[in-house]
């Protein structure tokens, strides 16, 4: 079956814009989790959504959001972007129960921020 | 939240080697993976592994929970295999937490 979906693959933007990532989930899973990678900070959880509701958010500013659709798409919205947010961005989505699930990640969003 | 931490941070190996990652968790995890991140950034499972031994082809994993420590085997290494390595924990509820990774190196 087709596995997680991310669009667009690269992305470039100006200080100050915003900017809005795709997520589409593998069929059947209900949770998709965002991550950060930079080469300082590595591997960093931005949010997860759960059947539309925010189940676990990390630590970033507001100006990081996302949400989830009803067929379990997400999207996540970076505003008044600044150089550092300049990163790879991963999704990945799992069945979502609470015991623990495999997760998939999606190939990444390559933002660069100018 | 949990801590994570994988040793050693760089490897080089030369084609045919073996080679033994490990990972130590600060708390006991309800679900451990280890990924391979390809030179493109998408990170690919390789075993979900939250406690005993699994192993496909040449790599090989075992969690012992217990002790809170995670091991990958890498047999007869060839430089397809060269990448980061990763692994990362959920603790509770909490999200996945991922250590800073192993850098391979595999020359030929």
């Known amino acids: 079956k087709a596995g997680v979906t991310q669009t667009p693959r690269y992305l470039i933007k100006t200080r100050g814009q915003q900017v809005t990532l795709s997520c589409s989930p593998i069929s059947g899973h209900r949770s998709v989790s965002w991550y950060q990678q930079t080469p300082g900070q590595g591997l960093q959880f931005l949010f997860e959504?759960?059947?539309?509701?925010?189940?676990n958010k990390g630590n970033f500013p507001g100006r990081f959001s996302g949400r989830q659709f009803s067929n379990s798409r997400s999207e996540m919205n970076v505003s008044t972007l600044e150089l550092g947010d300049s990163a790879l961005y991963l999704c990945?989505?799992?069945?979502?129960?609470?015991?623990?699930?495999?997760?998939?990640f999606g190939p990444g969003t390559r933002l660069t921020v100018l | 939240g949990i801590q994570v931490e994988q040793s050693p941070p760089d490897l080089i190996l030369q084609e045919g080697a073996n080679s033994t990652l490990r990972c130590n968790f600060s708390d006991s995890v309800n679900n451990l993976q280890w990924f391979h991140q390809n030179p493109w950034g998408q990170l690919i499972n390789l075993f979900y592994?939250?406690?005993g031994t699994k192993q496909n082809g040449r790599l090989s994993a075992t969690t012992v929970a217990t002790e809170r420590y995670s091991l990958l085997y890498i047999s007869s290494s060839q430089t397809t295999d060269s990448g980061v390595y990763f692994c990362?924990?959920?603790?509770?509820?909490?999200?996945?937490?991922f250590g800073k990774g192993t850098r391979l190196s595999v020359i030929a």
């Open positions: 990362a924990g959920e603790s509770g509820n909490t999200p996945l937490v």
């Open positions: 592994i939250p406690s």
């Open positions: 990945a989505s799992s069945f979502g129960g609470l015991a623990g699930n495999e997760q998939f």
């Open positions: 959504y759960f059947s539309e509701t925010q189940r």
